[in-house]
């Protein structure tokens, strides 16, 4: 009975070392090897100061700026260390509650926008956290940034084209566009708005 007692002990020290230690090091090491800004959060920086990262989204609530997806995650959204979804379903009516008042608050907000709100505008993700939006949300909200910046649309209409970002290798997922990115690019290309 020792015997196994000290061969199932050295078991697990032996996968507890290999699972819990070495192979994390590895990883983390390749990682930083190959793909360096990825391993270290896609960190976006302005000066000196990191503003965000391309891979998480965050609540822009002035009128000048393009809006993401809905958060549910944490208390108030947009919180990255409790990135998840909302797990309401079709028949929950706090979700729905919570899509009506979005689109309340969406139609108020952009009342020259053309067509109906796309409907990632008033769904979360899955993570809660997703940064991008399709272009066709984005150019949704193009009146009302324009209006906020006085610039021309057309020239918001040419930074969403310009930002958006084609199928992976021609196939894999949509086109989408960083909503953090975009925000960043015009106000390098307009100033802040007023």
Partial sequence: MRNEALIALRMTLVTLVLTGLAYPLAMTALAQALFPWRANGSLVTRGDRVVGSELIGQRFQKPG??????????????????????????????????????????????????????VELVTASGSGLDPDLSPEAARWQVPRIAAARGVPSGDLDALVTSRTEGRWRGLFGEPRVNVLGLNLEQDLRFGPPR
Avoid: C, V, W
């Avoid at 958060?71 to 919180?79: L, N, R, V």
């Avoid at 108020?108 to 796309?118: C, F, K, V």
């Fill in 65 to 118: 700026y393009f809006q993401g997806r809905p958060s549910a995650a944490g208390a108030d959204g947009y919180d990255a260390a409790a990135s998840s979804g909302s797990n309401l379903g079709p028949t929950s009516k706090a979700l729905r509650d919570r899509i009506e008042a979005d689109i309340k608050r969406l139609r108020a907000e952009n009342p020259s926008a053309p067509g109906p709100i796309p």
